[in-house]
Each structure stands twice: as C-alpha cells, then as structure tokens.
C-alpha cells in the first residue's frame, strides 16, 4: 500500500464542491511540494496542482490546492460530468529518496 | 507544446528484460528530468525514476525497490530516453508512462504503453 492515504472514492452532485484529502507524514508532505494529477479513464494522468497550490496553464480556478502539516488537499467547485476521474497526490519522500504516489481516489458526479 | 510518445514490444517473456523508448519532439531533451512511471491493471501510479542531463552530466534516480533491475538511459542526438527493465515478472505488467519532470511534478505525459510479461 502508499505511503500516502486517500480515500477511495468521492461524490457529489452537479455544481457542488468536493475535497479530496492526501495524507502523508514529515518525510513526504510535511516537506516537499504537493502535486495533483487527473485521470480520466483511459487517459494518461494530467497535471491539476504543482508546488501544493499552484495551477499550471489552462486548468481552471475550480481547482484549488493547499496544504498544512502533513495532509494536502485538492478542491474542485462547480463539479461538472467531465471531471469524474481518478485524482492521485504525488510528492518526493525524503526517507524512501523516491517519489510516491497516493492510491487515487476516484470521484463520481452524480 | 513538447509531446512524448513510448514505444517498445507489448509483450516480454518472464525473466528477460523489458524495453521501452520515449520519444520527445516540439522540446529539448537536454533540460528537465525525464521520468518514467508505471500503472499495473487497475490499481494506481508507481514511479520507476529518472534520467538528467541538466548538469551536462547524465544523473539517474531510480526507486529504491527496482533500482536492481532498472537502466535508463538518454540520446540527445535523437531527442529520446529509454527504460530497460530486467528479468520482469507478471508483476512487472503494467501500462509505462513517460513523463517530464519539471521541479516536483510531472507536467508533460506520453499517451502509455501496455506491456504484459506472459509466456
């Protein structure tokens, strides 16, 4: 299993906002900048959060990143049908010297 | 807007070893840390490790769990990196995804490529 906990799967509604959480520990999160990637099925995984808050080009300010101590969180507003996907939290670990990935949680728009 | 593109055989025997290239056009292959990351069959994203030439010096970090068994390597010539990865099993079945690696994220990805170990 990840060194990083997310929950498994996420939903809400058409036009409301869901949190998706990523939890680490001082050799992750703590320490090392926070990204956020979108999988859509089928798809390659699409850079949403870099450096735990900031949006690259072209990604929408629905998304928003932040972090404190060792949980980050990424949210997304006004859900739409195109953002059901698989979201993953990356971030380097100092113990391991390796990047690592949490488990992704899916998120479903009813 | 740089582009990636993996290619290599879909299908490896167990216990030989794995190949695989990415491509990379509209950018320059000698900045940036160019990073390979693999998705077994319905489960999440592992990285494999990296190859740099930032410092005029190829660099290589690979995941402490396969760094036995992991080569990359970079052709500045061809504006390509490789993966070799060897004596595979079935759980080295995955989709393997090139990427850029710009600071602490990703932010260039190829498509992926599936490649089954079976005999």
Not at chain 1, 73 to 79: F, M, S, Y
Request: proline fraction near 5%; charge should be neutral.
């Amino acid at each position: 299993q990840s060194v990083l906990t997310q929950p498994p799967s996420v939903s809400a509604a058409p036009g409301q906002k869901v949190t998706i959480t990523c939890s680490g520990s001082n050799s992750n999160v703590e320490n090392n900048y926070v990204s956020w990637y979108q999988q859509i099925p089928g798809t390659a995984p699409k850079l949403l959060i870099s450096d735990n808050d900031k949006r690259p080009s072209g990604i929408p300010d629905r998304f928003s990143g932040s972090k404190s101590g060792t949980s980050a969180t990424l949210g997304i507003t006004g859900l739409q049908t195109g953002d059901e996907a698989h979201y993953y939290c990356g971030v380097w670990d100092s113990s391991l010297s390796a990047r690592v990935f949490g488990g992704g949680t899916k998120l479903t728009v009813l | 807007q740089v582009q990636l593109q993996e290619s290599g055989p879909g299908l490896v025997k167990p216990s030989q070893t794995l190949s695989l290239t990415c491509t990379v056009s509209r950018g320059s292959i000698s900045t940036y840390y160019w990073t390979w990351i693999r998705q077994p069959p319905g489960k999440g994203l592992e990285w494999i490790g990296y190859i740099s030439s930032i410092s005029n010096t190829d660099i290589t970090n690979y995941h402490p769990s396969l760094e036995s068994r992991v080569t990359m390597s970079l052709d500045t010539s061809k504006n390509q990196f490789s993966l070799r990865l060897s004596s595979v099993t079935a759980a080295d079945t995955a989709v393997y995804y090139c990427a850029r690696g710009a600071g602490d994220d990703f932010d260039s990805w190829g498509h992926g490529t599936l490649v089954t170990v079976s005999s």
